[in-house]
């Protein structure tokens, strides 16, 4: 669920992480859950056709006045809501600016997304299965089903991506993002643990020999 502390702002839990007080009520476990699903269908995949600027910047109002008109249950949603959403996700998926809202990765609409290029750790990792092995080592990494090939921060995020992503034990990637960025290629920073490319050469990537119980949990 998710409330609000009078000090100390918008919060995931029972009570504010900082000063332990109970706060107000915003939005139930479902609520957070239903809301979460549909601001990822309007602002990753281009649903309910909302006006959105080459940036993926979609208006919270025209995401207020859209739900509503699809499910007048959600009357009581206001801007302070998709706020709360925004402010207290825990992988960064959303972005505000002024009145607008964006996802920060995860599009399979073409965009043209502006992220922070400076910073780009050395090494990122990406998920395959032992099946699409050969593939990338001959061919690359090039996007499938999303717009931007999405790397991760550390071996662990990465393993969460995969088995979140359908499969049971991924094998995983390490990218010399130094090599793809000598030649020529552009990495960005979309959230605290995702990174984004137009693709990854082959001569970039080799399988990690990192021990699956090292670089965090398993999951996405």
Not at 22 to 47: C, P, Q, Y
Not at 174 to 195: L, N, P
């Amino acid at each position: 669920m998710i409330r609000e502390c009078d000090e100390h702002g918008y919060f995931r839990d029972e009570f504010c992480p900082i000063c332990g007080e109970e706060g107000k009520f915003l939005m139930s476990d479902f609520e957070v859950e239903k809301m979460g699903r549909t601001m990822a269908s309007i602002l990753r995949h281009g649903n309910f056709d909302l006006p959105m600027d080459g940036q993926g910047f979609v208006d919270m109002r025209e995401i207020i006045y859209a739900v509503k008109d699809r499910n007048p249950r959600m009357k009581w949603l206001k801007e302070r809501h998709i706020e709360a959403l925004v402010e207290t996700d825990p992988k960064g998926r959303y972005q505000i600016s002024g009145s607008d809202v964006r996802a920060t990765y995860g599009h399979s609409i073409d965009l043209d997304l502006r992220h922070p290029t400076d910073d780009i750790p050395p090494v990122l990792y990406y998920p395959t299965s032992r099946e699409g092995l050969d593939a990338l080592m001959g061919d690359g990494i090039y996007p499938t089903d999303r717009a931007m090939v999405h790397l991760s921060a550390t071996y662990g995020d990465a393993f969460k991506a995969g088995s979140n992503r359908g499969g049971e034990d991924p094998l995983i990637l390490e990218i010399d993002t130094a090599g793809c960025i000598d030649a020529g290629i552009e990495i960005s920073r979309a959230a605290k643990t995702v990174y984004l490319c137009d693709q990854v050469p082959s001569e970039f990537i080799r399988v990690s020999e990192e021990d699956p119980g090292e670089g965090g949990e398993r999951g996405d």
